[in-house]
């Protein structure tokens, strides 16, 4: 069965620099979910779309931005990084099947491991 | 607000040997979803159950059970007969679904590091 896929699974940026992450949610799910997760942490939800449009909100810094494409993929812009972006960031998918607010288990990706120097 | 606590940052078993990941949550909603997500060192995150909040019956899968007891707020893990393969960081997580229109947000607990020795 398709998975979520996110790209690139390893970025390295520097300080000050912008880095944007991919996220391909699994065909027909129609929510996604950015979270973030610091070394030995638990994620954090940062952000999430419905149809496109943002649905909830999270402790998303205001460097960060992101959006859902008409195909339904989605990024994560992150602008001015800093030293303590360095996580792990996954971006998982769930399917409302026509019911708000969804209920369904969210299926996460591998992640992408973003390290800031 | 919600909040999920997982008291035991690390469990180390032998194999074979029995091993309970205990959740506790705080919520005001009355209408809930309870999770359980595996992390292996591989570093995904793998889904492994949800529970909803207005059915309290346990559930068994091979040798994973869950025991949800509303009246505590909490919902345990057990794995029996642990193996190698079982080492992991286990989360727990909650959704509240009460009054909320928008997407349903996972709050994490602070995660069990499970490592089953041979």
């Known amino acids: 069965a398709a998975g979520v896929i996110q790209s690139p699974r390893h970025l390295i940026k520097e300080k000050r620099e912008t880095a944007t992450l991919k996220c391909y949610p699994i065909p027909r799910h129609d929510t996604v979910y950015w979270y973030q997760q610091g070394p030995g942490q638990d994620p954090q939800f940062l952000i999430s779309f419905y149809e496109k449009m943002q649905s909830d909100k999270g402790s998303i810094p205001d460097r960060f931005s992101a959006q859902q494409f008409s195909d339904y993929h989605s990024e994560l812009n992150m602008s001015s990084l800093e030293l303590g972006d360095s996580a792990l960031y996954f971006c998982a998918s769930s399917s409302t099947g026509g019911r708000r607010p969804p209920i369904h288990e969210q299926y996460f990706g591998p992640g992408t491991r973003l390290t800031v120097t | 607000a919600q909040k999920v606590t997982q008291a035991q940052t690390e469990i180390s078993v032998v194999e074979k040997e029995d091993v309970t990941l205990d959740c506790v949550y705080e919520t005001r909603d009355t209408t809930y979803y309870l999770f359980w997500y595996k992390q292996p060192p591989s570093g995904e995150l793998v889904f492994l159950i949800r529970r909803n909040s207005f059915d309290e019956q346990n559930e068994i899968s091979g040798r994973y059970s869950w025991n949800f007891q509303k009246s505590t707020s909490s919902f345990n893990f057990t794995i029996t007969a642990s193996q190698v393969v079982d080492s992991a960081v286990y989360f727990c997580?909650?959704?509240?679904?009460?009054?909320?229109?928008?997407?349903?947000?996972?709050?994490f607990g602070g995660g069990t590091r499970l490592m089953v020795k041979p």
């Open positions: 997580a909650l959704s509240e679904a009460e009054n909320n229109n928008a997407g349903n947000m996972l709050t």
